[in-house]
């Protein structure tokens, strides 16, 4: 059964600090991975997606990567900004039950 | 708003009680999902329905019934529920099921607190 873990849980950092977030997943077999926010609330946003065959995807001040094999991705953030403070989701799209698979997120901070 | 709309957006509600969450989408989707998120565990998949039907139901307790009777409009009816089914419960659509997680479109949630 696929599990996905997120670390750190919460996260407080300084304005303009650049920071990386941590996903791990047990099954390789993930069709694609895909990064969500959530503000509190409100729904979810889809920042990232990730293809199985892909090493990485960038929008803006965000970069995801994605280690297949060794069952990683991690989500850089640039000159973080107060506004970026949330919940962020990690979430695989899992072959076999073809549905997501969340992780249970990491909380973020930014403090002006 | 998203396009997925949810009410209400908060609930409280005894064990004994019989509510309804609701979740609307005019964006034309054939998919609609019922996610619940709680403080204790991950985001987790409730029930898919595809057209009206409903096509995934992940080992859910009777005392959660959906409905979908149209491709607009999804229900949640609760009764004699447990504290520990106090969570976000969370609406999602997508244009078809099984997208391969593109195209998924999420409410804001119905925060739910059973006393």
């Known amino acids: 059964k696929q599990e996905v873990t997120q670390i750190p849980a919460a996260l407080s950092v300084p304005e303009g600090e650049n920071l990386v977030l941590n996903c791990s997943f047990t099954?390789?077999?993930?069709?694609?991975l895909q990064w969500f926010r959530q503000d509190p609330g409100k729904g979810l946003t889809s920042l990232l997606l990730?293809?199985?065959?892909?090493r990485e995807q960038t929008s803006g001040r965000l970069n995801a990567s994605l280690d297949k094999s060794s069952g990683r991705s991690t989500l850089y953030i640039a000159a973080s900004q107060p506004g970026d403070s949330a919940t962020y989701l990690c979430?695989?799209?899992?072959?076999?039950?073809?549905?997501?698979?969340f992780g249970p997120g990491t909380r973020l901070s930014v403090l002006p | 708003e998203t396009g997925v709309t949810q009410t209400p957006r908060h609930l409280v509600m005894g064990m004994t009680n019989k509510k309804s969450l609701k979740c609307e989408q005019h964006l034309g989707h054939n998919a609609m999902y019922w996610y619940k998120q709680s403080a204790k565990k991950p985001l987790e998949l409730m029930f898919v329905y595809s057209l009206e039907e409903r096509v995934e139901n992940n080992s859910v307790p009777s005392r959660f019934s959906p409905e979908c009777p149209n491709s607009s409009h999804l229900f949640l009816h609760l009764h004699t529920l447990q504290p520990e089914d106090s969570a976000l419960y969370l609406c999602?659509?997508?244009?078809?099921?099984?997208?391969?997680?593109?195209?998924?479109?999420f409410g804001s949630g119905t925060r739910l607190t059973v006393v």
């Open positions: 999602a659509s997508s244009q078809e099921i099984k997208t391969g997680g593109y195209g998924y479109t």
């Open positions: 979430a695989v799209w899992d072959n076999y039950g073809q549905n997501f698979v």
């Open positions: 099954d390789s077999a993930i069709y694609n």
């Open positions: 990730i293809q199985s065959s892909q």
